[in-house]
């Protein structure tokens, strides 16, 4: 049941569910157009896995494979993307150094409930981002093989901006459990796929949704899809 103060909150919208990218479906018909109307602030990929996908203050970026940003029209198309219009509900400050360990533990603790799905943007300078990309992919080739070509690379004493989301655990066939976020710079000329963070000084801003809108691809490949992969092995060997 939705309480009144969730009454005309923005929805998490997922374009697809993440089961299809994971069984190697990685074209769809979704615009980027259609999902910046869904909001201002998101993630995800492109068609073919062509880069990594950044929404943030309604422009979108693609994360190329050596980590360079570039703006996106509207008319590329996404076999997978997540968005919403985000203000912040919290904020909350870091004004000191701390491991990838020990901010992943204040990011929990800044989670009200683990079964809530919420949008977070990280806005400051780090230490050390450790981030990915991917080259182009064929069709149907398992999400999973894919973390044999990806590129990685670290960010060191950069400031920047990240863009995610927390999904609960029951909702992993939809979206990735957990946190996602993209890692874009400040000059928004270089980012990726985040793998690892080191914060310096930073301010954290959460939003919880109180809905999800999943879309359901009228392509083949979707319409046809039969479960045969290991979601969370998957996406471990692939998100983290």
């Given at each position: 049941?939705?309480?009144?103060?969730?009454?005309?909150?923005?929805?998490?919208?997922?374009?697809?569910?993440?089961?299809?990218?994971?069984?190697?479906?990685?074209?769809?018909?979704?615009?980027?157009?259609?999902v910046?109307?869904?909001?201002?602030?998101?993630l995800?990929t492109?068609?073919?896995?062509?880069?990594e996908?950044?929404?943030?203050?309604?422009?979108?970026?693609?994360?190329?494979?050596?980590?360079?940003?570039?703006?996106?029209?509207?008319?590329?198309?996404?076999?997978?993307?997540?968005?919403?219009?985000?203000?912040?509900?919290?904020?909350e400050?870091?004004?000191?150094?701390?491991?990838?360990?020990?901010?992943?533990a204040?990011l929990?603790?800044?989670?009200?409930?683990?079964?809530?799905?919420?949008s977070?943007?990280?806005?400051?300078t780090?230490?050390?981002?450790?981030?990915?990309?991917?080259?182009?992919?064929?069709?149907?080739?398992?999400?999973?093989?894919?973390?044999?070509?990806?590129?990685?690379?670290?960010?060191?004493?950069?400031?920047?901006?990240?863009?995610?989301?927390?999904?609960?655990?029951?909702?992993?066939?939809?979206?990735?459990?957990?946190?996602h976020?993209?890692?874009?710079?400040?000059?928004?000329?270089?980012?990726?796929?985040?793998?690892?963070?080191?914060?310096?000084?930073?301010?954290?801003?959460?939003?919880?949704?109180?809905?999800?809108?999943?879309?359901?691809?009228?392509?083949?490949?979707?319409?046809?899809m039969?479960?045969?992969?290991?979601?969370?092995?998957?996406?471990?060997?692939?998100?983290?």
């Amino acid at each position: 049941m939705t309480s009144n103060k969730d009454t005309g909150r923005p929805p998490v919208y997922i374009s697809a569910p993440i089961a299809a990218l994971v069984e190697g479906i990685y074209r769809a018909d979704t615009t980027i157009g259609h999902v910046r109307e869904k909001g201002n602030h998101g993630l995800g990929t492109f068609n073919d896995l062509d880069g990594e996908l950044l929404m943030i203050d309604g422009t979108v970026y693609c994360l190329r494979p050596e980590g360079d940003a570039e703006i996106i029209g509207d008319d590329i198309k996404t076999p997978f993307a997540v968005a919403t219009h985000f203000t912040g509900d919290t904020e909350e400050v870091f004004d000191r150094p701390l491991t990838a360990h020990e901010f992943e533990a204040q990011l929990h603790d800044l989670i009200p409930s683990k079964n809530l799905i919420y949008s977070i943007r990280i806005d400051g300078t780090f230490d050390r981002v450790r981030a990915r990309s991917v080259p182009k992919q064929s069709n149907y080739v398992p999400l999973a093989e894919v973390a044999k070509v990806q590129t990685i690379f670290d960010f060191t004493d950069v400031e920047g901006s990240m863009i995610g989301f927390y999904t609960p655990t029951f909702l992993d066939s939809v979206h990735v459990p957990g946190f996602h976020m993209h890692f874009i710079t400040s000059d928004r000329s270089r980012g990726g796929h985040v793998m690892g963070i080191a914060p310096r000084a930073v301010t954290v801003r959460l939003q919880h949704a109180p809905s999800v809108e999943l879309g359901l691809p009228l392509t083949l490949d979707f319409l046809t899809m039969e479960r045969t992969r290991d979601i969370e092995a998957d996406l471990e060997k692939v998100e983290r």
